[in-house]
């Protein structure tokens, strides 16, 4: 027992503490209103020793580097390596992106943060009927390894660490392959390859929600394959990124998006274990994806719980004396939903915030939105404006001298406990409702996420959710301050290529390759060990679709 | 009075179905009858399933940029099918600028971020029905 307050001291302190309460409680200055974070924590107006009588400073927090981790997960933290600032950036076809990428990385980011199209992240080719219109917006546009190869040209994909930001595992079964693919072809070995993939579930099956995607068992099967892959030949590589900023983006609270992403990691460390894996051969490669949302305070605490949880939940459940397995990893951004189109300059603001709350939390990456992100994607100015934002935190604020800087504080601290209890009792829930997979196949997280959504929503439009520029000082007739970006013209660039690929591709070859992929889907073999090398005969995305939906038929979530 | 009824869809392969769903849901507290399509949804699929639901209204939510091609679609589809009572609503990222040329297709009105829920309610009471 490491316990800090003797009883003595406390009682002390307790009748102390009423001459302070009493002059409070008398005052007439405060509105009589209730105190509470975002995930409806009530929140006292001061915290004490008394509010953590029993904190055992070994056990609960222990030392940087040291299980449970709460005060970070390396021994050096911000001393030893800064986090990585890792902007998001993709738009138009490959050609146009490959040139944002090495603006950023001239400017002094620090790995690439590539997100994908629309139809890419679906599973569609540009040229789909269903597809046209959202081509290379929201992100790049890849269809065939050759724009994998024009993405990354020029640059050193041996030494720049990318993330790519495959959300759904439909996609990702065959973006990531051909960013291996590539890498094999420029003669990198895949051991050597730093990176991360999205390759989550939840966004293919619950986030966004469509008819007509592929069940959730199926979903989950492909995501468990990348992970299973890189255990055996990428071992640097996270093969999943679990997507809580996407389910808070969605309309999750704090304590929901820790606890569905525990959830969810919970189930694919089972399935790996199902396939016969050492629970250590992938398990350090599990990371995790975070929002930096508005509740300083409760974010801070909720990176900390976070990490208890998981090192817990590791020695636990799954009896690992790893360290390395025991440590909850994660990048955030911040909150896009919380910027506004309302008067966009505020958003610089806002994102700061955000990312001044993760760094306070000992993120291991951050990025920071642009401000313009509710109006369209980020330009030039406004992603260099929120690297520079990144920048000034790490080199002026001084925010990196010290591990943990807000560890011992008592309001940190009890958030953080009180967090971690509604967190525990989410993931409680989930396994009675047999796990992650079912809990969604069901609907149960499909709901959850709806509803707590709407309150949100509607604590906004009654007002007791400020949001400057749109519920409280609002400007008349204001005048937009900022240029928007103009997504350059990709469909009919895509389209030529596609042509021309389609016409001087080998038939044989592709055929093929489809005949392997289906084979993989009947036989349940790993689809990433065949789809690496079905993409060398430039197979389209949309044709590796077609072969897996017409295997595993295709889910209708609910939807709202 | 008869219920009204609307249709909410999502036009394309974007994702960012947060909105759309939180009007639905309001939409359907306010009394109304609301059928939501979910994602990935084509102008000519979403005419037609407002067409068969006979709706009073078609609410288009578009946050990936693609609003010009798909509200254009989609009033160009109404008025060859002859459907001429029909509101035609939307919501997203959609840039002020654009808006004058949307309503010159036909849209009724543009909701962007920051929207209450019941301003959207209240416009649909006054608008449809008169």
């Known amino acids: 027992m490491t316990n800090l307050f003797n009883k003595t001291a406390l009682d002390e302190l307790g009748e102390n503490k009423k001459t302070w309460q009493d002059k409070f409680d008398k005052s007439k200055k405060m509105e009589n209103k209730s105190y509470q974070t975002l995930s409806g924590i009530p929140v006292k107006p001061l915290y004490t020793p008394a509010d953590l009588p029993d904190m055992d400073v070994l056990q609960d927090l222990g030392f940087p580097g040291q299980a449970p981790f709460v005060r970070g997960v390396h021994p050096t933290m911000y001393r030893g390596r800064t986090w990585t600032m890792r902007q998001l950036a993709g738009y138009g076809p490959p050609e146009e992106t490959n040139k944002r990428y090495k603006l ?315 967090l971690e209890e509604k967190i525990l009792n989410i993931i409680a829930e989930i396994d009675q409702l047999g796990g992650i997979v079912k809990a969604t196949e069901t609907g149960w997280i499909h709901n959850q996420v709806a509803d707590a959504s709407y309150e949100y929503q509607q604590a906004v439009d009654r007002g007791e959710i400020p949001v400057v520029g749109v519920n409280c000082h609002t400007m008349e007739d204001e005048v937009l301050p900022i240029e928007l970006f103009k997504v350059p013209e990709t469909l009919d660039i895509q389209a030529q290529k596609l042509a021309r690929i389609k016409k001087e591709r080998n038939k044989d070859e592709v055929q093929k390759a489809i005949a392997d992929i289906a084979r993989g889907c009947e036989k349940n073999e790993n689809l990433m060990e065949i789809i690496i090398d079905a993409v060398q005969s430039f197979i389209t995305e949309g044709e590796i679709t077609d072969v897996l939906k017409s295997n595993y038929g295709v889910w209708d979530p609910p939807l709202f | 009075m008869l219920k009204k009824r609307i249709l909410i869809a999502k036009p394309g392969l974007d994702g960012h179905d947060r909105g759309a769903k939180i009007v639905a849901r309001a939409l359907r507290n306010a009394g109304m009858e609301v059928i939501y399509t979910g994602l990935h949804q084509t102008p000519k699929h979403i005419v037609n399933t407002a067409i068969d639901e006979d709706v009073d209204a078609i609410g288009l939510s578009v946050l990936s940029g693609a609003h010009k091609t798909v509200f254009a679609k989609v009033t160009s589809l109404l008025k060859e099918k002859g459907v001429e009572d029909l509101l035609v609503f939307g919501g997203g990222t959609i840039p002020k600028k654009d808006w004058n040329l949307l309503k010159a297709m036909g849209v009724g009105e543009i909701f962007t971020p920051g929207t209450d829920t019941q301003s959207i309610i209240d416009y649909l009471n006054n608008a449809i029905g008169k």
């Open chain 1, 104 to 418: 950023l990385l001239d400017e002094g980011a620090t790995g690439i943060n590539g997100i994908f199209d629309y139809p890419t992240l679906r599973g569609y080719d540009s040229t789909d009927p269903v597809a046209q219109a959202d081509c290379g917006r929201g992100g790049v546009a890849i269809d065939t390894l050759e724009d994998m190869r024009i993405l990354f040209d020029g640059i050193p994909v041996e030494k720049v660490s990318s993330s790519l930001v495959t959300c759904q595992p439909i996609c990702n079964i065959t973006v990531q392959s051909m960013y291996f693919a590539n890498a094999k072809n420029r003669g990198v070995d895949l051991n050597h390859l730093t990176g991360t993939s999205q390759n989550d579930f939840l966004m293919e099956t619950c986030m966004a929600t469509a008819p007509g995607v592929l069940p959730p068992f199926a979903s989950f099967k492909l995501s468990c394959d990348a992970i299973e892959f890189c255990a055996k030949y990428a071992a640097r590589w996270n093969p999943i990124s679990f997507a809580g900023y996407n389910y808070r983006e969605t309309g999750c609270r704090a304590d929901q998006e820790i606890a569905f992403v525990i959830a969810n990691a919970i189930a694919c460390i089972d399935e790996m274990l199902s396939r016969g894996l050492d629970l250590d051969s992938f398990a350090p490669r599990l990371s995790f994806f975070l929002n930096g949302h508005n509740d300083f305070f409760e974010e801070i605490a909720k990176y900390r719980a976070a990490r208890r949880i998981w090192c817990n939940i590791m020695q636990n459940r799954f009896k690992t004396k790893n360290p390395r397995s025991q440590t909850f990893r994660f990048h955030v951004q911040t909150a896009g939903v919380a910027l506004t189109a309302q008067q966009p300059l505020n958003n610089i603001a806002r994102a700061a915030y955000h990312a001044l709350a993760a760094v306070m939390g000992g993120a291991q990456s951050v990025h920071i939105d642009g401000y313009d992100e509710g109006l369209c994607i980020p330009t030039e100015l406004s992603a260099i404006t929120a690297l520079r934002s990144n920048q000034i935190l790490q080199l002026e604020t001084r925010v990196t001298q010290t591990i943990d800087p807000l560890g011992g504080s008592y309001f940190i601290e009890s958030l953080t406990n009180q």
